[in-house]
Antibody
Framework: QVQLVESGGGVVQPGRPLRLSCAASGFPFSDYGMHWVRQAPGKGLEWVALISYDGGNKFYADSVKGRFTISKDFSRDTLLLQMNGLRPEDTAVYFC??????????????WGQGTLVTVSS | SFELTQPPSVSVSPGQTATITCSGDTLGYKYASWYQQKPGQSPVLVIYQDTKRPSGMPERFSGSKSGNTASLTISGTQAMDEADYYCQAWDSGTVVFGGGTKLSVL
């Protein structure tokens, strides 16, 4: 069964970097695109980034473009999110999620439990 | 930029039918997905490509679309269906979520 376990969250000062990880198991990691989605406290879902199944294509929300980098570590079946230049408005629970079979239009099928990132001085 | 609009809240009595709408310019040309999120939990995909149910999703959840408005319908609503519901679509290389609808089962 699909399992996604995020880690790497914590409290970080504005402007500092942080790297999130999402360990994947129970499905062929190299066959599926993967997303990062975040949710600020008490707010709705905000999509962050998508990486294609082979890592060759990456897409970002305007709010993080140029600051965040999504990648896949195929040797460890792990999705990564490198976050640079963090801002207080980046404070949120960050979820990783799999792209549903069927591609970009088929939704986000499985979700991790999330990891909390707090940007504060 | 592409936006999806949902009502902030919908109320329904147990056993009745709840309908949550999601509207957006050109949504008629895109597929909509729907997610359920209960407090403190991760979202769960309940409908994708407008009308399809993931394996294991109860049949009381159904999706439809008319013009630029997608709808999630929950038939025979149960107390356990009380949650936040989000619509979502893919637009020009980005994923867009609606603002969410809090479904209250009263």
């Amino acid at each position: 069964q699909v399992q996604l376990v995020e880690s790497g969250g914590g409290v970080v000062q504005p402007g500092r970097p942080l790297r999130l990880s999402c360990a994947a198991s129970g499905f062929p990691f190299s066959d599926y695109g993967m997303h990062w989605v975040r949710q600020a406290p008490g707010k709705g879902l905000e999509w962050v980034a998508l990486i294609s199944y082979d890592g060759g294509n990456k897409f970002y929300a305007d709010s993080v473009k140029g600051r965040f980098t999504i990648s896949k570590d195929f040797s460890r079946d792990t999705l990564l999110l490198q976050m640079n230049g963090l801002r207080p408005e980046d404070t949120a629970v960050y979820f990783c999620a799999t792209q549903n079979y069927g591609g970009n239009t088929a939704g986000l099928n499985s979700w991790g439990q999330g990891t909390l990132v707090t940007v504060s001085s | 930029s592409f936006e999806l609009t949902q009502p902030p809240s919908v109320s329904v009595s147990p056993g009745q039918t709840a309908t949550i709408t999601c509207s957006g310019d050109t949504l008629g040309y895109k597929y909509a997905s729907w997610y359920q999120q209960k407090p403190g939990q991760s979202p769960v995909l309940v409908i994708y490509q407008d009308t399809k149910r993931p394996s294991g999703m109860p049949e009381r959840f159904s999706g439809s679309k008319s013009g630029n408005t997608a709808s999630l319908t929950i038939s025979g609503t149960q107390a356990m269906d009380e949650a936040d519901y989000y619509c979502q679509a893919w637009d020009s290389g980005t994923v867009v979520f609606g603002g969410g609808t809090k479904l209250s089962v009263l």
